[in-house]
């Protein structure tokens, strides 16, 4: 009996990923999320076609990725007709990569209904973005770290750090967890700068520079504050309270941020780093708290996604996945049910109101109430996205 009811859930599994999985494709190929999407897919086309080019990365000005970034978008060129490529095939290639690497992720997950309610409510941005894969390297690099291969998990997790900074804010946890056993820890780190280097290093090979790499960390570094982030979200309520309109949106350095002046005496460098404070205070409670030292627990990495991305300047629609992906491996106790649920649903509903502010309202969220001071419906999703 108990093996019918195995397989029962095992096809009825099955069967919803094909569902979720197939939705997600058609909703990549739908107009209403594709045109928005694909921009950012656009860009890495044309960066890898310069690099054909002049068989070089010498010519990139105003490049926004990493090295280890800039090789992840050589993968779908493999398949794609590598030098020769065509646009057309070049996005398929992205579009089917993710979904493979999304597939793995399903597969890895401990809960895997969760996972696949979580991806159907995030949307397909997971198929136009690198975030899927640095997210994929995360999980993997955590898993293996569960299973004391720190070689692997170093070589996992470095990787992620060089196509998505923020990893790095879990290495004083990982550090503090064999903070007795130091020459484990010291194979992790090797592997881990291994893992960073290496592409830097093939970069300066195929006529990269330390400037370009440098103008890609200003490039970062010079971001406005994005429309979509927590601060500039209570920037904005604050702004329509006041002056009953939202501060002016500037463009540039790829988001669309709020003209700080308009609103606040505070400047640029301090958000850029007013993560800092609550992560260490974080960071301050864990120490207090030794036991959670004693064992790996994924809610304490989920935990410092949420706070870092809570008080970043920046919360791209993409970056949702961040902690999404991870929540299917969090651990709880029996009693704790209703707890975990309800952290499921309110998981849910962020990536639900993530969706509708984009792709698929996005530009009348710019243009209508960012320059127009009308049509505030997406506004309180967003902000309602940022309170939940």
């Keep these: 009996m108990l093996n019918i009811l195995l397989r029962k859930k095992s096809i009825l599994l099955g069967v919803l990923g094909l569902l979720v999985f197939l939705a997600l494709y058609f909703q990549s190929q739908n107009p209403l999320w594709n045109a928005h999407l694909q921009v950012d897919v656009w860009v890495w086309y044309t960066r890898l076609t310069a690099f054909f080019k002049h068989n070089s990365f010498g010519s990139y000005k105003d490049n926004e990725l990493l090295p280890a970034t800039l090789f992840y978008n050589f993968l779908p060129a493999i398949f794609s007709g590598w030098s020769k490529l065509n646009y057309a095939l070049y996005l398929k290639a992205v579009i089917w990569l993710n979904l493979l690497i999304i597939f793995i992720s399903f597969l890895l997950s401990r809960r895997r209904w969760q996972f696949l309610i979580l991806i159907l409510c995030f949307g397909p941005i997971s198929l136009f973005r ?50 007795h056993q130091l020459p484990k820890l010291k194979k992790f780190i090797l592997f881990y700068l291994g893992a960073i280097i290496l592409p830097v290093l093939i970069f300066f090979a195929f006529g990269g520079r330390w400037e370009q790499i440098a103008e890609t960390l200003a490039f970062h570094k010079n971001k406005y504050v994005s429309i979509e982030s927590v601060p500039a ?156």
């Excluded at 690198?130 to 997790?157: E, H, V």
């Excluded at 309270?241 to 301090?270: A, C, E, R």
């Design 130 to 179: 690198f975030d899927t894969f640095a997210a994929f390297l995360i999980i993997l690099g955590l898993i293996f770290w569960q299973k004391q291969k720190l070689s692997f998990s170093g070589l996992a997790l470095g990787l992620a750090t060089g196509i998505k900074i923020y990893p790095i804010i879990f290495l004083p946890y990982l550090f503090l967890l064999y903070r």
């Design 233 to 388: 979200s209570l920037l904005t309520a604050t702004s329509l309270l006041k002056f009953h309109q939202p501060p002016p949106p500037l463009g540039g350095y790829g988001v669309w941020g709020i003209n700080l002046n308009f609103i606040t005496s505070l400047k640029l460098p301090f958000f850029n780093s007013i993560w800092l404070l609550p992560v260490g205070l974080f960071y301050l409670f864990l120490w207090f708290k030794r036991s959670y030292f004693k064992q790996f627990n994924f809610a304490i990495i989920f935990c410092l996604t949420l706070i870092f991305l809570v008080f970043s300047k920046n919360l791209n629609p993409q970056y949702i996945w961040w902690f999404l992906s991870l929540f299917p491996f969090l651990e709880f106790k029996k009693n704790n049910k209703l707890k975990y649920l309800l952290m499921f649903v309110l998981l849910a509903f962020i990536a639900i109101f993530d969706q509708l502010v984009y792709p698929l309202f996005y530009t009348q969220f710019i243009e209508n109430f960012y320059q127009h001071n009308q049509q505030y419906a997406v506004f309180y999703c967003l902000l309602l996205r940022n309170l939940l």
